[in-house]
C-alpha cells in the first residue's frame, strides 16, 4: 500500500492509526525505513507483521513526504510514477530468473490519495495526479482530516469530488459485486471517497478509551463510523477486499505494464 | 483591509462572518463586486458601513479568489503587490490634484493572510508571500480554520510559525504598547497569529444562538475566547487599534511608496 499527497494532510498520523488498531501489542512497533527517491520525493517503508482471521499478513505501507510541497510542483509526480514501473519491473526480473522476490517486494497493491478538505473541489494537482495513478494501481481517493467538515458539507464535498472523478475520467478502485455480501459492499462503495480521521492519542470518553482528537467542544473518533469512514477503508484494506486488491494488481496493472514493455 | 491566501481557508467565511457580528441589522447585507485584475487572480470588494462606538465607518474588505490555486505558483503574488502600489498611486495622484478620493479609496490598512493549519510549518510560498507583502503593508498572519487543531497542537504550531516568520524576517504589524491599556494589548500580542474560526450558521447551544461550525461530537464557536482568537482579531481591527493601522499606512506604508516612486 502506498499514501501520496500534500505534507500536513495526515499521511503518516493515518499509517500510525492504521498500525496502532490492527497490532494487538502495538510493542511490536512497525519498522520505518527512509529512502530519497529524487531531489524532490522521498519514500518511508513502514513494515508490520500483523494478524488477520488467523492469517499472517506481512502489511507494507510508502509513504511518499515532500510530495506537492514545492511553489512549482509540475512533473512532481513523476518520481512516484517511476517507483510503481520500478517495483513491477523488479518482480518481472525475478519471474524471468525464477527467483522469488520475497523480502523486498514493494509492488503497490492499493494506492490512498489524500485530499485537502477545502469544502470546494478537487485542485488541479489533485485531478493530474490521479490522473496518471489510476491506469498504473488501485487507487483509492480518501478525505483527509474529515473532521474538518461539518456533516452538510461533507456529503456535498464528497458529491463535488465524485463528479469531478467522473468528469475527468480518473480510473478509482471500486470493490465487485459479488452476489453474497452485497449489502455490505454496497454501503461501502456509497461511503466512497471514504472520509478518515487519524489520531495519535486516545482520549476516555465515557469512561471508555478511545482513538480521537479532543477539542473543548467533543472528541471525534476514529472508530466510529458515524464520525468518519476509516472502518470501512480499514476494512476493504484488510478484510474484504485484500484479495481482490492483490489479484487486480497482478492480473490487470501488472500486465498492461509487461504488455507497455514487451512492446516499447 | 484585504485577505490573502490559498481558496479553501475560508477567507470568504470569514468576511461574511466579520460582517454578520459587527452589523447590527444583517439585512444591510454588504455589496460584493467582482474584477478581474489579472488572468491568475481576480478581487472582490465587499462594502458596507458599521457603527463603532458611535462612529460611523466604512468597512471596506478585498478578497482575492484564485490565489495560489495552480500547478505553479511562482509570483502569484505579483497582481496582489501590483494592485496595492496601483492604490497608493491614485492617492498620489489625487493628493498631487487636490482631489478628495472619497468613494473608491481601496488603500489597504490591513493585510490578513490565511495560513494552511497543517500542523507542520509555513510553505515556502507563504514565506515568500509574506515577505512581499509585509514591506507594503501591515501584515496580520493568521492561522485559518481554527477548529481543525487540538489545543495542543495549535501552540505548537503557533510556535513553528513565530519561529518561521522571525527567521525569515517577515514584517508582521503588532500592535504599539502606549501605557493605558498595556494588560489587554499584551494578550493580544500572545495570542499572535490569531486562530480564526469562521461560520455562515448559527447554532443553538444550551438555548442561546451563536455561530459556529456544528459537528456530531459537539459546537466549535466563533466568538468562544477559549475556541479561537476570532474576538482578539476583530477588536484589533476594528476597536483598539484601527488608527493605529491607518496612521501606520499612511505614514509608513505610503510615505515609502512615494520615496521609491520620487527617486525611481
Ligand atoms: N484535524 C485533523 N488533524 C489531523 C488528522 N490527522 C493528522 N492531523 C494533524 O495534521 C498534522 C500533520 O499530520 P502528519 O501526519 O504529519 O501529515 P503528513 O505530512 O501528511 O504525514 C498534525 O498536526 C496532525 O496532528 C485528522 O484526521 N484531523
Ligand atoms: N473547519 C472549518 N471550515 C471552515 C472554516 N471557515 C470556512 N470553512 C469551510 O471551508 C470551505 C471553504 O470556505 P471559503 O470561505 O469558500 O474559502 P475561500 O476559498 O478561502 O474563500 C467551506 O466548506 C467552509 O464551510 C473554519 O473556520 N473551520
Sequence with gaps: MATVGSSGLGKSTFINTLFSTLLKDYKQQPKRV??????????????????????????????????????????????????????HLTYMKAEQSHKRLEADDLRVHACLYFIQPSGHTLTSLDIEVMK???????????????????????????????????????????????????????????????????SDNEVTVNGQKVRGREYLWGVAEVENEQHCDFKKLRNLLIRTNMYDLISNTEENHYEDYRMKRLTA
Aim: hydrophobic share 40%.
Design 34 to 87: 527512509h529512502d530519497q527517491i529524487e531531489r524532490t520525493v522521498s519514500i518511508d517503508v513502514v513494515r508490520a507483521d500483523i494478524e488477520e482471521k488467523g492469517f499472517n499478513v506481512r502489511l507494507t505501507v510508502i509513504d511518499t513526504p515532500g510530495f506537492g510541497d514545492y511553489m512549482n510542483n509540475q512533473d512532481c509526480w513523476v518520481p512516484i510514477v517511476e517507483f510503481l514501473d520500478e517495483q
Design 132 to 198: 496518471q495513478l489510476g491506469t498504473r494501481v488501485n487507487l483509492i481517493p480518501v478525505i483527509a482530516k474529515g473532521d474538518t467538515l461539518t456533516k452538510e458539507d461533507m456529503k456535498a464535498f464528497k458529491n463535488r469530488v465524485l463528479d469531478c472523478i467522473n468528469a475527468h475520467g480518473i480510473n478509482m478502485y471500486t470493490p465487485p459485486l459479488d452476489g453474497d455480501d452485497d449489502d455490505d459492499t454496497h454501503a461501502i462503495i456509497e461511503a466512497m471517497p471514504f472520509s478518515i480521521i487519524a
